[in-house]
């Protein structure tokens, strides 16, 4: 049941002297209703998304820190991110403004850099071109905005002053600089904690303080600021970045669940005390681990598979398929028979719209009528698959609504011959093929062997007439033939569909 929340106006003052209360952890934004819930961890179940400008909307995606390679656990995160904007503004007809940033200095890439006896810069500019390069492998659009943490020094630098002169941080004997949580008493609102027991280093306060500014340490880069040289922690660089874009509102902020906590607690506190307010990112979007064998799939446990290594055994489509069958929020176990349904589903896409384009050219003797049962089948298709996307970007049911369309298309092509229903099979061609462009699948067919279409649709006619031919004589051989030639056909990356109207597709 989607809970209708009341109005909450925004206290823009004593918000560090407010006291916890569960039904206030979040407000509901003042402005126009989408239409879209989303489940918000804040509340703890799907809330409506409510934006001030109707056709606009703000998205921040923290990016990677670029100290390694990209592997598939990374792609199953921005490719369902990518997948949930282009539902906002494909189906939703929302502007999103989308910013990412990129962790270009840290621990790792300090100790990369050591290992390789290069310089960090070059460390992280290696593998953020990496990254892109993979991103733009798996068809996922690049955000209009691109921050990186060592550009944005002096931004860091500022932020992390307000939040020493309003008393919101203090700065440790080691010249480190901590956030003091016992500040902030709605600390914990994205997952419940607290523990402001005894500090766990002897800097800190409290347990649950963060660094906003790492001292200088010997060996390593660091920046000169008014209370000394270091460099910034991890979560004041977000903050500090999107303030400066976005300013005092967010709309949406994106990661895996593993940033839940503390990566986006600490950034909605310390953005929060920055900008006396209390709600500063409206939405936050976590993505479910992608597992192997109930395993996170993590550098640290090297069992990752690079995404060019993923590439060269499945498409890209093949690996967004398997996303969208799956719910975003949800861990998403990655195997060897998921890629293969997922690539059987990509397929029989694809063969129905090769099925429906030879349907609707073929000579057909009798003329044609409106089948008016398939045409209220893609009304009521089309219904269920706005709502599954209002309710949470709920992918998997479109998925499965459309197999099952098709399917029915697919029974009246090939066994009510007597009847010819060319409109509705191409509305029906046209909706699936919209819906997937829409949802980032690019549905070409690949070129790599640089072989003749119209030689294919040739050897693929010539086959098809003699394994007729031999199905009406019963010849055992000859139809043995013409599975080798299927099967080596196959083996270069092309699947027959045996019908009464074959067809063809590449497959990968």
């Known amino acids: 049941m989607k809970k209708i929340f009341p109005v909450l106006k925004r206290n823009l003052s004593h918000v560090c002297n407010l006291k916890p209360y569960k039904e206030t952890k979040w407000l509901m934004p003042n402005g126009n209703p989408t239409g879209v ?68 200095i840290d621990d790792k890439i300090i100790k990369k850099a050591k290992e390789t006896k290069t310089a960090y810069k070059a460390v992280s500019k290696q593998f953020e071109h990496e990254f892109w390069i993979d991103m733009a492998n798996l068809n996922i659009e690049k955000p209009m905005i691109v921050t990186r943490v060592s550009d944005h020094m002096n931004t860091i630098e500022n932020f992390i002053k307000n939040l020493i002169d309003s008393n919101m941080a203090y700065m440790a004997k080691d010249g480190s ?218 992918t998997p049911t479109c998925i499965n609504s459309m197999l099952s369309l098709m399917s029915n298309a697919n029974t009246i092509m090939k066994i009510d011959t007597a009847n010819f229903y060319p409109v509705p099979m191409i509305l029906i061609a046209d909706y699936i093929l919209d819906m997937l462009t829409k949802f980032g699948l690019q549905m070409k067919e690949s070129t790599e062997h640089n072989i003749s279409n119209s030689l294919i649709d040739t050897l693929v006619e010539f086959r098809h007439t003699v394994r007729e031919n031999a199905l009406k004589a019963k010849d055992k051989e000859l139809l043995t033939s013409c599975d080798i030639v299927r099967d080596k056909m196959k083996s270069v990356k092309i699947q027959i569909n045996d019908s009464k109207t074959p067809s063809w597709i590449y497959v990968k």
């Not at 990016?63 to 490719?79: E, F, K, Q, R």
């Not at 369902?80 to 999103?96: A, E, G, V, Y």
């Open 37 to 104: 819930y989303v489940y918000n961890c804040v509340a703890e179940e799907r809330v409506p998304v409510i934006l001030n400008d109707p056709t606009m909307a703000t998205w921040y995606s923290c990016g990677p820190t670029v100290y390694d390679s990209a592997h598939i656990g990374h792609a199953c995160c921005y490719v369902k991110l990518d997948i949930i904007q282009r539902i906002l503004k494909s189906f939703f007809n929302i502007k999103l403004v989308t910013a990412m940033g990129m962790t270009d």
């Open 177 to 394: 600089v901590y956030f003091d949580t016992t500040k902030f008493h709605l600390y914990g609102k994205l997952q419940s904690t607290q523990d402001h027991g005894e500090p766990s280093d002897e800097f800190k306060k409290n347990n649950m303080d963060f660094a906003l500014w790492k001292a200088y340490k010997p060996g390593e880069p660091s920046w000169q600021t008014q209370w000394g040289d270091g460099r910034p922690g991890w979560h004041i660089e977000c903050s500090a970045m999107v303030s400066k874009i976005f300013g005092s509102q967010l709309d949406f902020h994106a990661g895996g669940i593993d940033l839940k906590f503390p990566h986006h607690e600490n950034e909605e506190a310390q953005s929060c005390a920055f900008h006396s307010t209390r709600q500063w990112a409206n939405y936050w979007i976590h993505i479910g681990h992608l597992n192997l064998k109930d395993t996170k799939m993590s550098k640290s446990l090297q069992n990752t598979i690079s995404i060019p290594n993923l590439l060269e055994t499945y498409s890209a489509d093949t690996f967004r398929m398997a996303c969208l069958l799956s719910n975003y929020r949800h861990p998403m176990e990655y195997s060897d028979q998921m890629m293969k349904m997922a690539q059987e589903v990509v397929n029989k896409f694809k063969f129905f719209l090769k099925d429906v384009s030879v349907y609707v050219n073929n000579s057909h003797e009798g003329s044609a009528s409106y089948n008016y049962k398939l045409l209220n089948s893609l009304q009521l298709t089309e219904e269920k698959n706005l709502e599954a996307l209002k309710s949470d970007f709920d």
